[in-house]
């Protein structure tokens, strides 16, 4: 019951900014929208929430639309070590969280 | 201060067993949540425990259980073994109580079903 949409993939040239979309048309008022990340399959990291107003923290940007259906994550200035897989997650009741299928980030020297 | 520990890292069983995967929290972390990952499903939600009683509950058949103890450490039982459990089994905690803060993942445990 994934209720985020995201590219299988993307590349991204090293020290540029990385913008990684996600689609959640199907939020709710009060659900939240997570980022994390996986690197080969260890456990996911956090990487940034967000309700409604868009949020910086010292890893990445997270931009919400107005009507929250989608967001954009940033990673300002990719590095090789940003390659991993990075899940847009939908918050539900509790802490149940909505993983989508991922997109893959290719950092590229 | 320590992460979330899963223990064991890797096992191996073969179909028809059961297998036992534990999860110590964070200190002070009154929530703990099992997700599976598999290469054909992804990250999906198991179960979450919260101060010892099951709070959440995902799609799963009732082989997989689950337990939490007044230390909030928690585990998982999945019973007579089917090769399709094969998968990487993440905990995660949080303080819980329906906040809005992140969940923070072991490393998790890596099942192999022969």
């Known amino acids: 019951d994934a209720k985020t949409t995201q590219p299988p993939s993307m590349d991204c040239a090293e020290g540029r900014a990385a913008n990684l979309p996600c689609n959640h048309s199907t939020i709710s008022g009060n659900e939240y929208v997570y980022w994390y990340r996986q690197i080969h399959s260890q456990g996911p990291q956090y990487i940034i929430h967000?309700?409604?107003n868009n949020e910086t923290n010292e890893m990445a940007s997270l931009i919400i639309t107005e009507d929250r259906k989608s967001s954009t994550l940033i990673l300002p200035h990719a590095t090789l070590r940003d390659t991993a897989v990075y899940y847009c997650?939908?918050?539900?009741?509790?802490?149940?969280?909505?993983f989508g299928t991922g997109t893959s980030l290719t950092v590229i020297p | 201060k320590a992460g979330v520990t899963q223990t064991p890292r890797y096992l191996i069983k073969t179909r028809g067993q059961q297998v036992t995967l534990s999860c110590s929290p964070i200190s002070g972390h009154r929530s703990v949540s099992w997700y599976q990952q598999t290469p054909g499903q992804g990250l999906q939600f198991l179960f979450e425990y919260f101060s010892e009683t099951q709070r959440n509950k995902g799609n799963f058949p009732g082989r997989f259980s689950g337990r939490q103890f007044s230390n909030s450490r928690s585990e998982m039982n999945v019973s007579t073994l089917e090769l399709g459990d094969s998968a990487l089994y993440l905990c995660?905690?949080?303080?819980?109580?329906?906040?809005?803060?992140?969940?923070?993942f072991g490393e998790g445990s890596r099942l192999t079903v022969l």
């Open positions: 995660a905690s949080s303080f819980g109580d329906r906040d809005t803060g992140e969940l923070f």
């Open positions: 997650i939908v918050r539900g009741n509790g802490n149940q969280f909505y």
């Open positions: 967000g309700l409604k």
